[in-house]
Structures are given as structure tokens and as C-alpha cells.
């Protein structure tokens, strides 16, 4: 399995940007589906955004959709989730994850295998 390790993460105003970036160690990045889960206090983890394994393809939660963008740069294993227009509906934990097995379209929990620890995205109103 992969190992994750999230960066990027912070406090930001309502309508400001944030970047997180997501690198990942071994030889086969290129052989997962990466994405993106986010958990608020209290709130079960939910899927935010998805990515094939070469880029091809990408998915977005309909709450983050038209303001976030995913990509991944293989040849830097790493994965990236730019995060426009924030609304304080937005803080959260955020996680980056990897399948093995799974598909970018369909990219739920119990096809992941590897989590990174998490990042605290904070947006104040």
C-alpha cells in the first residue's frame, strides 16, 4: 500500500482559496484512484472529489462542484485538490485517500486502502 501524507490545509475567509497536496510514497501511484474525503465534527466522512489514474477522469461531490479542481502529477506522486470559493460549509477535516481496486466513479470507503492522517481546512464567515 501506498503512504499518504496531506499538506496545504489552514484557516482562510469565506470566498478565499486553499491548495492541498497529497504525496504518496512506493512505485505504483499511478496504478490507484486517488481522491479526496472531508469529515466535519459530528458528520460522517464524505466523498468530495475523485481522480482516474492518469488524470483522465475526474469526479466531484455536487456540494463541491464548479469550485473545487482535482489533479495528479504521477511523475511526483502526488495528487492535488485547489479549493476556490470556500464557504465556512467547507470546514473540515480533509483526507486524501487511494484505491487500489476501485473506480474513480464509484470511489466509497470500503475501496480504500490507504488513508493520509488529514489536513483541518477552517473557513471563517
Known amino acids: 500500500q501506498v503512504q499518504l501524507v496531506e499538506s496545504g490545509g489552514g484557516l482562510v475567509q469565506a470566498g478565499g482559496s486553499l491548495r492541498l497536496s497529497c504525496a504518496a510514497s512506493?512505485?505504483?501511484?499511478?496504478?490507484?484512484?486517488m481522491g479526496w474525503f472531508r469529515q466535519a465534527p459530528g458528520k460522517e466522512r464524505e466523498f468530495v472529489s475523485s481522480?482516474?489514474?492518469?488524470?483522465?477522469?475526474?469526479y466531484y461531490a455536487d456540494s463541491v462542484k464548479g469550485r473545487f479542481t482535482i489533479s495528479r502529477d504521477n511523475a511526483k506522486n502526488t495528487v492535488y485538490l485547489q479549493m476556490n470559493s470556500l464557504e465556512p460549509e467547507d470546514t473540515a477535516v480533509y483526507y486524501c485517500?487511494?484505491?487500489?481496486?476501485?473506480?474513480?466513479?464509484?470511489?466509497?470507503?470500503?475501496?480504500?486502502?490507504?488513508w493520509g492522517q488529514g489536513t483541518q481546512v477552517t473557513v471563517s464567515s
Open positions: 481522480i482516474s489514474w492518469f488524470g483522465g477522469n475526474t
Open positions: 485517500a487511494a484505491s487500489p481496486r476501485g473506480s474513480a466513479s464509484n470511489f466509497v470507503i470500503p475501496d480504500i486502502g490507504s
Open positions: 512506493g512505485r505504483t501511484f499511478s496504478t490507484y484512484v
